[in-house]
């Protein structure tokens, strides 16, 4: 009972440890995609705002990794490998 009791804990404390990408916020990517006249004063908050989190986000992984940035996908690593 105990044994279970920890890998629950386990399992839900690695769970919430993740950090959320902000790079990958869906509102965030489609703002990236829209012109800067055609944005609302909301709307450019949100992606001042996104945008900043996300090199804040960039520059803590590169220093992670030890200088090379970490890829969002494996997508990416592999364009990168054969390229």
């Known amino acids: 009972m ?4 920890i890998i629950l ?3 839900v404390g690695c769970v919430f ?3 959320s990408n902000p790079c990958k916020d869906e509102t965030y990517l489609e703002l990236k995609e ?3 006249d055609e944005m609302s004063e909301r709307e450019f908050e949100y992606y001042t705002r996104k945008d900043k989190e ?3 986000f960039n520059n803590e992984n590169i220093e992670k990794v030890g200088g090379c940035p970490a890829p969002t996908n494996w997508t ?3 364009v ?3 390229s």
């Open 34 to 36: 829209k012109n800067l």
């Open 80 to 82: 990168s490998i054969v």
């Open 76 to 78: 990416s690593l592999r």
């Open 2 to 5: 105990i044994r279970r009791l």
């Open 54 to 56: 996300c090199n804040e």
């Open 17 to 19: 440890a993740q950090e």
């Open 9 to 11: 804990l386990l399992i």
